[in-house]
């Protein structure tokens, strides 16, 4: 069974400050992809990783992927209140999703 | 870009009656479409697979007969919850698999709620 974890499953920051949540998986895929969801609503897709030593940086989010070593990260820089939100990494095996455990961002001003 | 459009958004209904949940892809095809089901502060969980024209894949421990998948045609999956309990209230995804990029694209989510 495929699995999925997230490190750490809660986290609060205050603003200003610098983060990373950490994604592992337990199988072979050069496919991951990173959500948020903000309570309530579905998914919003934020980056798509598709090689080992993918990095994608949007704003002050990157991500980056090691297929290798089974990780991919998600990297906060400067958090912003605006940031809080509970954050997914999927891992696509074989064009079935296998969503991480989720990391609740709460940032706090 | 490529839209799901979920329709409820949010449904109440009562205990033993059956709820519809459609899923369109809106401007492109897909002949595989998912189902997820997230319960309050936790992750999706993948209920079970949508293809077109043929049989929905089930994931282990999700009731088939249950939880009815139609995917009829390219363009729309729907899910029914049949004889609904309240243990059945959760959150519901549908996911459309694209042809043309092959990336997954989420509808907004049907919130169930069982009296």
Same mark, same amino acid.
Not at chain 1, 42 to 64: D, H, I, P, T, Y
Not at chain 1, 75 to 101: E, P
């Given at each position: ?6 490190? *750490? ?29 903000? *309570? ?13 030593? %993918? ?13 290798? %070593? ?8 400067? %958090?912003?209140?605006?940031?809080? %939100? ?24 | ?12 209904? /009562?205990?033993?009656?059956? !709820? /519809? ?9 897909? @002949?595989?479409?998912?189902? #997820? ?11 079970? @697979? ?5 049989? +929905?894949? #089930? ?8 939880? $009815? ?8 999956? @729907? $899910?029914?919850?049949?004889? +609904? ?6 959150? &519901?995804?549908?996911?459309? $698999? ?6 997954? &694209?989420?509808? +907004?989510? @049907?919130?169930?709620? !069982? $009296?």
């Amino acid at each position: 069974e495929l699995k999925v974890e997230q490190n *750490p499953l809660f986290l609060s920051m205050q603003e200003g400050k610098n983060y990373t949540i950490y994604c592992n998986y337990s199988t072979t895929s050069d496919r991951l992809y990173w959500y948020r969801q903000d *309570p309530g609503k579905s998914l919003e897709s934020l980056f798509v990783l598709l090689s080992n030593g %993918a990095v994608k940086q949007e704003g002050r989010l990157m991500a980056s992927l090691d297929t290798k %070593a089974r990780l991919s990260t998600l990297h906060i820089t400067a %958090a912003v209140h605006d940031l809080s %939100a509970t954050y997914f990494c999927a891992v696509d095996a074989g064009n079935q999703f296998y969503f991480g455990t989720g990391t609740s961002l709460t940032v706090i001003p | 870009g490529a839209v799901v459009s979920q329709h409820p958004s949010w449904v109440i209904c /009562k205990s033993g009656t059956s !709820v /519809k949940i459609e899923c369109r892809s809106l401007d492109f095809q897909a @002949t595989t479409m998912f189902w #997820y089901r997230q319960f309050p502060k936790q992750s999706l969980m993948l209920m079970a @697979t949508s293809n077109e024209g043929s049989k +929905a894949t #089930y994931e282990q421990g999700v009731e088939k007969d249950k939880f $009815l998948i139609n995917h009829a045609s390219l363009t729309l999956s @729907t $899910l029914t919850v049949t004889s +609904a309990h309240p243990e059945d209230s959760s959150f &519901y995804i549908c996911s459309a $698999l694209s042809l043309r990029d092959g990336h997954q &694209y989420f509808g +907004a989510g @049907t919130r169930l709620s !069982v $009296l």
